[in-house]
Nanobody, 123 residues
């Protein structure tokens, strides 16, 4: 089970920190990522990490503004979002998939487990 939290409304230029708490599976061996979907747009992979290592991955659209991190002892992943702009408005989801997706650089194909999503609105 994946449970996101931390979404909300913020003004352009502001920051938010999303959390994804994982339970019910062996957190220490997955490729986990953050995705977002705005109304009328396709779902977009924005960041991912390999829970058993230090590798992180970012989409160009968020590189330099967003930071993905984790606390393995708490089975929790975060997404620190800075310099938000209205184009970042979307429902944000965390997801988990097999480690090979991270190792092969195909993290945007994570699709095994999904959270319920948390809304981020930037005005």
């Amino acid at each position: 089970q994946l449970v996101e939290s931390g979404g909300g409304s913020v003004q352009a230029g502001g920051s938010l920190r999303l959390s994804c708490a994982a339970s019910g599976y062996r957190y220490a061996s997955y490729c986990m990522g953050w995705f977002r979907q705005a109304p009328g747009k396709e779902r977009e992979g924005i960041a991912a990490l390999y829970t058993a290592g230090d590798s992180t991955f970012y989409a160009d659209s968020v590189k330099g503004r967003f930071t993905i991190s984790q606390d393995k002892s708490k089975n929790t992943m975060w997404l620190q979002m800075n310099s938000l702009n209205p184009e970042d408005t979307a429902m944000y989801y965390c997801a988990a998939g097999p480690t090979m997706l991270c190792k092969q650089g195909n993290w945007y194909r994570i699709n095994d487990y999904w959270g319920q999503g948390t809304q981020v609105t930037v005005s």
